[in-house]
């Protein structure tokens, strides 16, 4: 009896270590908070993975920069220490340059515009463009539009940012919107913003109102501008042999998980961004300016001779098609 109890004892522990084995561990590593556009829906990626694919994977989600931030998370990718990112379009300047076309200022009219380009013919083989650097694109993820921040009481016209220090995202084109503005940029990782605002080694940033709001921008600036002047959108990307490598159940798996996530966090997307902006008007600590038609229209014309300077590395096709996305 005894011997038979201890027989079957160890049975279950081999199956059980068998099935342990069996069992792949994703990674899934990204920069912003849970509570953001991309946290989401990396956490319903997370969920639906799992039960898609039950015993066969666990999806482990690291949010803000807990495993890899900004600096890392690329080479961590092509080294196969994660399975899966989703920088922000701004931050691909080393791979390719076709998705600076993503950053040229006042470009897409909205979200609904970068969605529409991006499920087209271009937006479909920007996502395989870097295939030869060893990354595969397999998801355009939204986040929503820029807004202006500085620690100054007047933020309306381009002339009010003149001389200031403006943290950017790892971008030339970034870089190049600022100084035709007249500002100094600086190119930080994502998660010392807070600090660097806070210090005052810079003076503002851009970004969406998700990010500014759960980053806790809004409390170490004074003024936001409503300028909707660019956008912050991401690309899942994977590592192109280890997925080509996958059994054929789980990259189908997957595959549907990550469609399933993609249209669940581009649906909630906008309605966060605008909770946030709520909230933060509600907090009371930054001031929140809106823009006229004329003030708009004068950031712009400060913002788009930095086109012309892209245009040869992006090409002027792809712009125009970016263009016509707009309704
Ligand atoms: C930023 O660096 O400001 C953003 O790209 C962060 C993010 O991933 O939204």
Redesign the pocket.
């Known amino acids: 009896m005894k011997l038979l109890a201890s027989i079957a004892a160890g049975a279950l522990a081999l199956a059980l270590a068998a099935a342990a084995q069996a069992q792949m561990v994703i990674k899934f590593s990204?920069?912003?908070a849970d509570n953001?556009p991309?946290g989401q829906a990396a956490i319903k990626f997370k969920e639906l993975a799992e039960k898609k694919l039950p015993g066969k994977v666990t999806v482990q989600v690291f949010p803000s920069s807990q495993l890899f931030g900004?600096a890392k998370e690329l080479e961590a990718l092509l080294l196969g220490d994660v399975q899966f990112i989703?920088?922000?379009l701004?931050?691909f300047d080393r791979y390719t340059k076709k998705l600076q076309v993503f950053d040229l200022p006042f470009l897409f009219d909205d979200v609904d515009a970068v969605d529409h380009f991006q499920s087209g013919a271009n937006g479909k083989a920007l996502l395989e463009s870097m295939k030869g650097r060893g990354l595969l694109g397999l998801a355009y993820w939204h986040?929503g539009m820029k807004q202006l921040s500085t620690n100054k009481d007047k933020l309306q016209r381009p002339d009010d940012v003149k001389g200031l220090k403006f943290r950017i995202?790892q971008s030339d084109v970034l870089e190049a919107q600022f100084r035709q503005l007249g500002a100094n940029p600086q190119k930080m990782?994502?998660a010392e913003?807070y600090q660097a605002l806070q210090t005052g080694v810079v003076d503002g940033?851009e970004?969406?109102w998700s990010?500014i709001y759960s980053q806790k921008f809004f409390e170490v600036q004074k003024t936001i501008a409503e300028t909707n002047h660019g956008i912050?959108d991401?690309m899942v990307v994977t590592n192109a042999k280890w997925w080509d490598g996958l059994p054929a159940d789980v990259k189908k798996g997957l595959s549907e998980a990550m469609a399933e996530a993609t249209a669940y966090g581009n649906k909630i997307a906008s309605d966060i961004n605008e909770s946030d902006r709520k909230r933060i008007a509600e907090a009371g600590k930054a001031k929140i300016q809106k823009l006229s038609k004329d003030d708009v229209t004068a950031w712009r014309k400060a913002m788009e001779p930095v086109w012309k300077k892209f245009e040869a590395d992006i090409g002027r096709d792809l712009i125009d098609a970016a263009l016509k996305s707009n309704k």
Do not use: G, R
Request: net charge positive.
């Open positions: 990204h920069v912003v953001t991309k900004d989703a920088p922000s701004s931050k986040n995202q990782a994502f913003v940033q970004n969406t990010n912050v991401y």
